[in-house]
T-cell receptor, first 117, second 114 residues
């Protein structure tokens, strides 16, 4: 079974530029997550999709970050304009469809390392 | 908001030694998970715990879900060089609307000296 794919693996941009990350989850996984992992910290959830709908974006800085999952499969995360503090690894994860009260393992991709200069 | 306090922040041990790390919170969690992250990779699930008091092993790894539901620990026995990496605890909050939410600790960085 292929894992979660992410691209690019590395990106260097200057502040105020825009950047986009792409994620392809494990086939058949209904739930997709984007996390931000700042150096020395654990992953922090930015946004969660169930199929193509957003179920949690409470920690997404919506003035500059946006994400979409139009067909309920691939997803893109965009930052516009980028700030220095956005330098981090952006991780995508996916999990199977949820049943109420159940918990399913989240499978992570390798991440995209973003450096903002 | 809900936070997890993970300790120690880092450990440097000799090969063959046992390792213990833990995670605590002031909030109750329904699920505790332990992940390992290697450089340049995403976290990989090691052990998942679903009930208070549960003790689960995976090879040389053992983890427990605290009775109060506010803590968990991970033990690694007879460490080997490939145990090097960052270990994260993650908790599934008590009230997450059934949406599989996880909150991560800051990680324990493990170095193993041969």
């Amino acid at each position: 079974e292929a894992g979660v794919a992410q691209s690019p693996r590395y990106k260097i941009i200057e502040k105020r530029q825009s950047v986009a990350f792409w994620c392809n989850p494990i086939s058949g996984h209904a739930t997709l997550y984007w996390y931000q992992q700042i150096l020395g910290q654990g992953p922090k959830l930015l946004i969660q999709f169930q199929n193509n709908g957003v179920v949690d974006d409470s920690q997404l800085p919506k003035d500059r970050f946006s994400a979409e999952r139009l067909k309920g499969v691939d997803s893109t995360l965009k930052i516009q304009p980028a700030k220095l503090e956005d330098s981090a690894v952006y991780l995508c994860a996916s999990s199977p469809r949820l049943a109420e009260g159940d918990y399913n393992e989240q499978f992570f991709g390798p991440g995209t390392r973003l450096t903002v200069l | 908001g809900q936070q997890l306090n993970q300790s120690p922040q880092s450990m440097f041990i000799q090969e063959g030694e046992d390792v213990s790390m833990n995670c605590t919170s002031s909030s109750i969690f329904n699920t505790w998970l332990w992940y390992k992250q290697d450089p340049g990779e995403g976290p990989v699930l090691l052990i998942a715990l679903y009930k208070a008091g549960e003790l689960t092993s995976n090879g040389r790894l053992t983890a427990q879900f605290g009775i109060t539901r506010k803590d968990s620990f991970l033990n690694i026995s007879a460490s080997i060089p490939s145990d090097v990496g960052i270990y994260f605890c993650a908790g599934g909050p008590e009230f997450s609307g059934g949406y599989n939410k996880l909150i991560f600790g800051a990680g324990t960085r493990l170095a193993v000296h041969p």
